[in-house]
């Protein structure tokens, strides 16, 4: 494509990718304005998500009206981004726009490394989740068996201002989820073949 062309192009806006999208089995997320089209995911890959869901059910369960937890689900969080985070954490109340959309930030998104988007996530859209007010971001490399987090030390912190990289020795947990607490080597083990 000509360089010319390129910067002629207008980024699509998140009412744009709903219309373009809607009823298109692909998986696709609008990132800054351009449509990213993603392969399904493969079978590490949902075995570490259905771990991570089941592990967030069962914590709801113990104390329900804590928070809820969906996988996968779209989250607007800028009038060019629209992303379908793995899992996603959100207040037990949180409220839902007229299209069934939460209608705030989440406290936690999930993405797991998938060859075609695992430079976005650690990219663009974690500057995203951070600037819009995404609590925590958990970065889930089922290749390199490490989870990294980023979250606030405080709520109003502006930014990411603690970061973690844990290992299979460790486990997961977070201020945000009082009693949750995931061991990293169960996770990776279901994923293993």
């Not at 949902?46 to 779209?74: N, Y």
């Not at 009038?79 to 037990?92: F, I, L, Q, S, T």
């Amino acid at each position: 494509m000509c360089r010319w062309f390129t910067q002629l192009k207008q980024r699509m806006d998140v009412d744009e990718f709903a219309a373009m999208s809607e009823g298109d089995p692909r998986p696709m997320e609008l990132i800054d304005g351009e449509v990213v089209v993603m392969n399904h995911p493969r079978w590490a890959h949902a075995r570490l998500q259905s771990v991570l869901m089941g592990e967030f059910l069962a914590w709801e369960r113990q104390a329900p009206g804590r928070a809820q937890a969906a996988a996968p689900t779209a989250v607007e969080l800028t009038e060019h981004d629209h992303y379908g985070p793995d899992v996603v954490v959100a207040r037990a109340d949180a409220p839902l726009d007229e299209r069934g959309y939460l209608a705030e930030a989440p406290l936690i998104c999930v993405e797991i490394r998938s060859p075609s988007t695992w430079r976005y996530d650690i990219g663009r859209k974690k500057s995203v989740y951070e600037a819009e007010g995404v609590a925590e971001v958990w970065l889930v490399d089922g290749v390199a068996e490490v989870v990294l987090v980023f979250r606030r030390s405080r709520p109003g912190q502006p930014a990411y201002d603690v970061t973690l990289e844990l290992g299979t020795t460790e486990s997961l947990t977070s201020p945000l989820l009082p009693g949750f607490a995931l061991a990293l080597e169960g996770l990776f083990a279901a994923a293993r073949r």
